[in-house]
């Protein structure tokens, strides 16, 4: 089983950026295709980004390319996501999760372990 933790949730205004972090542990990280999925307020769960195990290739949802980066550090078991020109559409749950793949997949069904979340709020 692996264990993922996010860090880096905040209230943040429009606009503005935040940098969220998933640490892994249990399972060889550079192996594992990793992936952001956030949940507006009163919405399904939604797909942010996706990145392969060796970084190489990566996939946005269309709501968020050209603002979001993923991103990972194999060194350190972390996967990243930049955000910048935050809006409150941003506003969600966002989440971490892993597939034992390195090809990155844009479907939650896909990853088969979950972190817990980190609320990020974009509000002025």
């Known amino acids: 089983q692996v264990q993922l933790e996010e860090s880096g949730g905040g209230l943040v205004q429009p606009g503005g950026s935040l940098r969220l972090s998933c640490a892994a542990s249990?399972?060889?990280?550079?192996?594992?295709?990793m992936g952001w999925f956030r949940r507006p307020p009163g919405k399904e769960r939604e797909f942010v980004a996706a990145?392969?195990?060796?970084?190489?290739?990566?996939n946005y949802a269309d709501s968020v390319r050209g603002r979001f980066t993923i991103s990972r550090d194999n060194f350190k078991n972390t996967v990243y996501l930049q955000m910048r020109s935050l809006k409150p559409e941003d506003t969600a749950v966002y989440y971490c999760?892993?597939?034992?793949?390195?090809?990155?997949?844009?479907?939650?069904?896909?990853?088969?372990?979950w972190g817990q979340g980190t609320q990020v709020t974009v509000s002025s």
């Open positions: 999760a892993t597939r034992p793949w390195q090809a990155a997949a844009v479907t939650s069904d896909a990853y088969d372990d």
């Open positions: 249990g399972r060889t990280f550079r192996y594992s295709a």
């Open positions: 990145i392969s195990g060796s970084g190489g290739s990566a």
